[in-house]
């Protein structure tokens, strides 16, 4: 099971799980994370992260095996690997636009957005943050960074300004004792927010389990090479610190391609794939 696949099955479990329900919204004293102008979304997302929390303790020790099957080496030190890959910010800008206008598109049930230079500015003209992470970085103040649809109307964004490059490939700086404080969370405004409309509260409450999913999740050091594929396309590669592979992470990675529109409701939310409500149809209509 690959990484995204993870993240999906616990959050399916979650829903499942006996005692858990959305809670209802009620004035309440703010919580710093939870930044939405609209005070209605704000609450709602600071009361359900708070009932998220209890029913996902008895999920760690799962997400923790995965995590550690991911960074567990699948191949010797390979002694070329920091050079044997695409230098990304001198390779975009060598194409029309430059490093700032051009970015990596990576299709997958999670599709994402990769920028090596400053996120373009007006990106987020139809979005509205939700949810920011103690350490987590402004698009317009990051020196690049990813967007991550987690959802049918969210993204995540996440700066790459404590990665290192080391030659072609990317390093993060130290260990990361929790990855969610890195995560910015973005709405698709052009979505209205209706408590009393089924659709809305399936679609905030599953972004809000792919987004808790990461809260508490430790990860050591790891790289990132970026090569071209034999159709020209661009396929990442993680490594750990040593130079060893990362297979499991990449098992299910595909090849992405460069692109200059920044649409992030056509490239990553329109594409999200996957439904918790879905899966839980398919999983009981397999027995």
């Not at 990675?253 to 490239?267: S, Y």
Request: proline share 6%.
């Amino acid at each position: 099971m690959d990484m995204k696949k993870s993240f999906f099955l616990a959050g399916l479990l979650l829903f499942s799980a006996p005692g858990f329900a959305l809670p209802e919204v009620q004035p309440k004293e703010s919580d710093s994370h939870a930044v939405s102008q609209d005070p209605t979304i704000a609450e709602f997302w600071q009361l359900m992260q708070a009932e998220l929390a209890p029913h996902l303790e008895e999920f760690n020790s799962f997400m923790v095996a995965e995590y550690e099957r991911a960074f567990t080496p699948t191949g010797p030190k390979e002694s070329d690997w920091t050079e044997n890959g695409v230098d990304m910010p001198a390779y975009l800008d060598t194409l029309p636009g430059g490093v700032s206008g051009n970015a990596l598109q990576v299709p997958g049930a999670t599709p994402s957005l990769e920028f090596f230079g400053s996120i373009p500015a007006g990106i987020l003209a139809d979005w509205e943050i939700v949810w920011a992470g103690e350490t987590s970085q402004s698009p317009q103040d990051s020196g690049g960074g990813s967007f991550v649809a987690i959802g049918k109307r969210h993204v995540v964004f996440i700066g790459n300004d404590s990665m290192i490059k080391t030659n072609n490939g990317y390093c993060t700086e130290k260990e990361i004792f929790d990855v969610s404080t890195l995560m910015r969370v973005y709405r698709d405004r052009r979505f209205p927010f209706d408590l009393s409309d089924d659709e809305t509260i399936e679609i905030e409450a599953e972004a809000m389990v792919m987004h808790h999913l990461f809260k508490g999740i430790e990860t050591p050091r790891f790289c990132v090479i970026y090569r071209h594929t034999a159709d020209d396309r661009i396929k990442s590669h993680t490594y750990n610190e040593s130079g060893q592979p990362l297979g499991n992470i990449d098992a299910d990675e595909k090849p992405g391609t460069i692109v200059q529109d920044f649409d992030l409701r056509a490239h990553l939310t329109s594409q999200f794939d996957f439904s918790f409500l879905d899966a839980e149809d398919e999983s009981e209509g397999s027995k």
